[in-house]
Structure formats: structure tokens, C-alpha cells
């Protein structure tokens, strides 16, 4: 549980810095204020799926005792590798179109492999989370 409130605790500081990131890269470069860039969103996706994804896994693992499926070990390093890429692919792109630069396909392709390591994740969060509920006593379950 250590381990899930300190990567928790890494998103969000992450997520906060990203906004700050944003807020001053874009300033730095002139970039029109209410122009959509990818730079824009990116805190808020760290911080829902990293900070606020962990804190919900956090309970999910009190309440159920995840860790000891070793679904749960897929989950956390499939998903945490989700989130890095996505996002790391959203700086990229975004960086860019502050730039006045253009994107790429291979930026898109990578960001598309980031999203799919995030749904595996999640799959493997789902399959750790019905192991843990099957292995309840059934009076607790009901309760």
C-alpha cells in the first residue's frame, strides 16, 4: 500500500507541475492564450488517471487485498507505463504546437501504444479485482 500512496503521491506532484509547465512554456513562446494544445489537458490527465487512479486503487487494495493476485502486478506496471507514454507523447505533440511545428504519425502511433498499455492495465486491474472478490467469504461479500 506504501508503494500505491507514493506513486500516487509522484502523479500528482507530476500532474501540478505539468500545469505550471504549461502555463509558463506557453507564455515563454507567445503562444495565444485559449489555443488548444495537448500541453492544455495534460495535468488534468496525470492527475485523474495517475493521482486520483492510484488513491481509487489504494482503497480497492485495503478493502481487498489486490496485491496478491499476480494480475495486479500486470496491472501496475502495464498502467503505469500507459500513463508515461500517453503523456510523454502528449508533452511531444504539444511542445510542438507551441512551437508552430508539426506533429507526425509516429508521435500519434506511440501515443496509440500508450493507450493500449492503459486499457490492458485495466483489464488486468478488472481480473485482479474479481479474483479478490471470489476469494471474500461469502458473508462478508454480503454484508
Avoid: C, D
Wanted: a positive charge; proline letters at 1%.
Amino acid at each position: 500500500m506504501t508503494r500505491l500512496a507514493s506513486v500516487a503521491f509522484t502523479y500528482m506532484l507530476v500532474g501540478v507541475g505539468s500545469g505550471v509547465f504549461y502555463r509558463e512554456f506557453t507564455k515563454l513562446n507567445g503562444f495565444p492564450e485559449g489555443e488548444y494544445t495537448q500541453l492544455g489537458v495534460l495535468h488534468t490527465h496525470l492527475l485523474t488517471l495517475g493521482f486520483i487512479g492510484f488513491l481509487i486503487v489504494l482503497l480497492l487494495e485495503k478493502s481487498f487485498g489486490l496485491s496478491h493476485s499476480r494480475h495486479f502486478t500486470w496491472f501496475f506496471w502495464l498502467y503505469n507505463a500507459g500513463i508515461v507514454i500517453t503523456a510523454g507523447m502528449m508533452v511531444w505533440h504539444g511542445s510542438l504546437t507551441v512551437l508552430g511545428q508539426e506533429s507526425n504519425a509516429m508521435i500519434s502511433g506511440i501515443a496509440g501504444i500508450g493507450h493500449i498499455l492503459l486499457t490492458a492495465g485495466m483489464v488486468f486491474l478488472f481480473l485482479a479485482l474479481l479474483k479478490a472478490i471470489k476469494r471474500q467469504p461469502q458473508e462478508a461479500v454480503a454484508a
